[in-house]
């Protein structure tokens, strides 16, 4: 079981699942989960697998990563749920609507689209393998070990636990897998329930190109921009992601058409 982050108490709204990307960690997201549990809902951000305080796994693909989530759902939330999910969390949660819709009530797909991409994270992976723990005593001296840029730096050191000498991160098993992690399996599956997928308007994770591949696995999207965002686009404006996504949660959306009766 994935370890989770709980935010507020069970209510009348429904539930919202926050899944992170990678290197990230359940905790990033406690100034969202919290204001949208003040909303009434509760809301369980998780630590995905080889990631924060969660179990090891030998893989970390997205059908794996898609059961976690449906087991968090089953186990800990008991019913139907709204999904959030960034990056390889966004994959992830877009893998659990397609493979177990009938846990996903609304989803909400944060700077990702189901394609693959070129670029990779190695470099990130080799240089957090690289830094020498036992001979750093400050996080300082960690920051300027990994050698890498501010924000990704920034991002990396919340995974870093400096008294015990280690990453919280299986470095090992995402090393391996970092193509996986870069690509989407294509299933044939469709999802139709309503989805968001949000971007940042400074970002090039999700080009108006993707939106065909979009709209053949969900058939029922929304598409939106968060001016001055970049990718990691819930931390530089949390105020703006957090409205879209209220918004979008509780939005009253007109009933799908139904076909005209076929003539006697």
Known sequence: MLNTITHGEPGTRRPILIAHGLFGSGRNWGVIARRLAAE??????????????SPWYPDHNYF???????QVIEDKLGSRADVIGHSMGGKAAMMLALTRPELVDRLVVADIAPV???HS????????????????STRAEAAAALGMDSDTTGLLLQSLD???????LNLETLGREVRTISGFPQTGLTYGGHTLFLRGALSDY?????????RAMFTRPHFAKLPGAGHWLQA????????????FLCKDFEPAMQPAPAMA
């Open 40 to 53: 009434g809902r509760q809301v369980i951000a998780v630590d995905m697998r080889n990631h924060g305080s």
């Open 64 to 70: 794996a990563m898609a059961q976690d989530l449906a």
């Open 116 to 118: 693959t991409y070129g």
């Open 121 to 136: 994270h190695i470099a990130s992976i080799n240089a957090m393998q690289a830094v020498d723990l036992d001979a750093v």
């Open 162 to 168: 400096l008294p015990h000498k280690r990453w919280k």
């Open 206 to 214: 999700v080009l108006p190109e993707h939106r065909d591949t979009i």
């Open 236 to 247: 530089e404006k949390p105020t703006e992601f957090f409205n879209a996504v209220s918004a």
